[in-house]
């Protein structure tokens, strides 16, 4: 993988981490209006995730906030198990759903990188019918 394949997969997991850690409220502003703010949050972050192999090979990636990640997308995959969470209700203010916030937070702390404003322009948005 090129350089610059790689940057765009690191900063696609990053802005992915920021959203991610966000309130419901903010992360809808964030997206289109016609996007379902629950399922485009979690799929850019699962999106992000599953292209991490290649950064983490390089070493581009620290081994701490390889485990964050990891923790990260376990928590998220056992809460979307749990039929209670899967509102749209449970999302916006669960103690869970809060917890995958902060758990978002670490991850980015780990990185070495700010708490910032997600960069959303990699992704081309399609509304559906």
């Given amino acids: 993988m090129k350089h610059m394949e790689l940057k765009n997969e690191y ?26 703010v629950k399922d485009e949050v979690l799929n850019i ?13 390089k070493g581009i990636i620290p081994y701490n906030a390889i485990a964050s990640i ?10 979307e198990l749990d039929e209670s ?9 669960s103690k869970e759903w809060n917890h995958i ?3 978002a937070d670490i991850a980015l702390t780990e990185l070495g990188e700010k708490n910032t404003p997600p960069d959303l322009e990699f ?6 019918h």
């Fill in 101 to 103: 916030r902060k758990l």
């Fill in 45 to 57: 972050f699962f999106e992000a995730f599953l292209r991490i192999p290649p950064i983490v090979e």
């Fill in 11 to 36: 900063n696609a997991l990053i802005n992915s981490l920021r959203l991610l850690v966000l309130p419901f409220d903010e992360q809808k502003s964030c997206l289109p209006s016609f996007a379902d």
């Fill in 85 to 93: 969470l899967k509102s749209l209700a449970a999302f916006i203010d």
């Fill in 70 to 79: 990891l923790r990260l997308n376990n928590e998220i995959t056992l809460i």
């Fill in 123 to 128: 992704i081309s948005w399609i509304a559906g």
